[in-house]
Every structure is written in structure tokens, then in C-alpha cells.
């Protein structure tokens, strides 16, 4: 599993600016395919073992920050969360970004700008 750091970097991290090339994107289609059935077609990413319902099922591409491949793991970084898909055991863990801390900080500066009158 990884880390609060690796996480971090991982929200941080960018797509390339040349986009995706065709092979990784074949490479990470059949990294998944025995447990996530992952298929990208007509601009989604489509993981076939979910069930219809499920918002996570379909995934518009032009959605997607970054596809990180972590070895067992595949990462698939969307703003809000990002979504690991294990190659060993078939499990798909969800990391929800916590903006807790962002409010706080936000919070803070408000009311030291209302002491000072501003």
C-alpha cells in the first residue's frame, strides 16, 4: 500500500503534456484485465466489473489527471479522489482527497483579515 506522501504526490501529479501514448494505455488495459476488466473506448475508461450503477464504472478520459502504473497497482487520479486497482488480489481501494485542512487554512486567514479590519 501506499503512503500519505506518495498520495500527495500523486494528487499533485500531472498528465503528460504529449498525452498518453497508445502502448502504455494497452499496457495498462491488460495489467487490469484479469480482475478489473478496464477497457478505454470512445473517450471513457470503462472498468467492467462494476456493476451499471455504480458511478465509477464509466470514467470520462479528459477526467482523468494522471494514470500512474505503482507496480501491483494501478492509480487512476481523478480532482476529487483517486482510484487503486490491486493486480494481486482484484481489490479497487478509493482514496477520497481530504479539504478539510484547505478550509481551515482559509478559515484562518478570514478572521485574521476581519481583525484588521479589512
Not at 12 to 18: F, L, T, V, W
Not at 84 to 99: A, D, P, Q, V, W
Amino acid at each position: 500500500m501506499i503512503n500519505k506522501e506518495g498520495i500527495r504526490y500523486l494528487y499533485h501529479s500531472k498528465r503528460p503534456a504529449d498525452g498518453y501514448s497508445e502502448e502504455f494505455l494497452q499496457s495498462i488495459c491488460e495489467k487490469c484485465r484479469k480482475f478489473h476488466q478496464i477497457e478505454i473506448k470512445d473517450g471513457f475508461l470503462e472498468i467492467g466489473t462494476l456493476d451499471m450503477n455504480n458511478p465509477f464504472r464509466r470514467i470520462k478520459f479528459s477526467c482523468i489527471q494522471n494514470i500512474e502504473d505503482l507496480g501491483d497497482e494501478v492509480a487512476v487520479v481523478l480532482k476529487p479522489c483517486i482510484i487503486f486497482f490491486n493486480n494481486i488480489t482484484g481489490k479497487i481501494n478509493i482514496n477520497l482527497r481530504n479539504e478539510q485542512r484547505r478550509a481551515t487554512i482559509i478559515w484562518r486567514w478570514l478572521r485574521k483579515m476581519l481583525r484588521f479590519g479589512f
